[in-house]
């Protein structure tokens, strides 16, 4: 089975082309320019899309499938058990995460960081139940909104791991509240949920999981498919 999995997130797109379970390639697109040639000149037997922003129907009239598209929504049938209170207010980037992170390690709890526009955490429990979780600003919305809603601070541009904890310049200042109070907002969450979970898995994607990934001090994972994949596996449930 030859299938794609397309992610619209809140800046862009993702996409992952399969071969069974195996995923033997993947891009990003801006969402407005919809997917590159290279992609639309292909026939898929299956195909998934799950958008969180925009209108995914145009995307899907640029693909050429023999089989099933699904369009990820609340009525999706799931490999796991969504105990969301709201399952049509839910992410489908969100429960993708939990998805994969399952498929991953069965039989443990699961904490999924994704690292992006915004920081969402998302907690699927040992017997694949999806609990919920929490949605936070990400980084560059932290830094724009700084600049937005002051008067005079500067925008920062970029992440780097080498930030200061004592800011000396107002751009250091801002690096320091932003960058090392994101490291912070990442480690007390990720403590509090191994206090409340035995055998915590942390799993991070996302933009900025590498920066995470090199300044965070627990023990994690970092699989910047989660997404796809775990978009791949609903597919296959599905088909």
């Not at 541009?157 to 004592?166: A, R, W, Y």
């Given at each position: 089975m030859r299938s794609i999995a397309i992610d619209i997130g809140n800046t862009g797109?993702?996409?992952?082309?399969?071969?069974?379970?195996?995923?033997?390639?993947?891009?990003?697109?801006?969402?407005?320019?919809?997917?590159?040639q290279a992609v639309t000149s292909q026939t898929f037997d299956h195909a998934i899309i799950a958008s969180v922003s925009g209108d995914a129907a145009?995307?899907?009239?640029?693909?050429?499938?023999s089989g099933s598209i699904i369009m990820?929504?609340?009525?999706?049938?799931?490999?796991?058990?969504?105990?969301?209170?709201?399952?049509?207010t839910l992410g489908a980037d969100r429960i993708?995460?939990?998805?994969?992170?399952?498929?991953?390690?069965?039989?443990r709890n699961c904490l999924t960081i994704d690292a992006g526009?915004?920081?969402?955490?998302?907690?699927i429990d040992e017997r694949g139940h999806y609990q919920g979780g929490g949605i936070a600003p990400g980084i560059q919305m932290k830094f724009k909104a700084l600049h937005n809603f002051t008067g005079r601070l500067p925008l920062v541009?970029?992440?780097?791991?080498?930030?200061?904890?004592?800011g000396q310049t107002t751009q250091e200042s801002l690096e320091s509240g932003v960058l090392g109070g994101s490291v912070a907002?990442?480690?007390?969450i990720i403590s509090a949920y191994r206090q409340k979970s035995d055998k915590l898995v942390v799993i991070l994607c996302g933009g900025d999981a590498g920066f995470f990934e090199s300044t965070v001090k627990h023990p994690i994972f970092v699989i910047p498919e989660l997404v796809l994949i775990g978009l791949q596996r609903i597919l296959r449930h599905n088909v």
């Open positions: 797109g993702k996409y992952g082309v399969f071969e069974e379970d195996a995923l033997v390639s993947q891009g990003s697109f801006k969402e407005q320019e919809g997917l590159p145009k995307i899907q009239t640029g693909l050429s499938v990820l929504s609340a009525q999706t049938a799931l490999p796991v058990s969504n105990d969301y209170k709201t399952p049509a993708a995460a939990a998805v994969a992170a399952h498929y991953f390690f069965p039989g526009t915004a920081i969402t955490y998302d907690f541009q970029g992440i780097h791991e080498n930030f200061p904890l004592i907002e990442v480690e007390g």
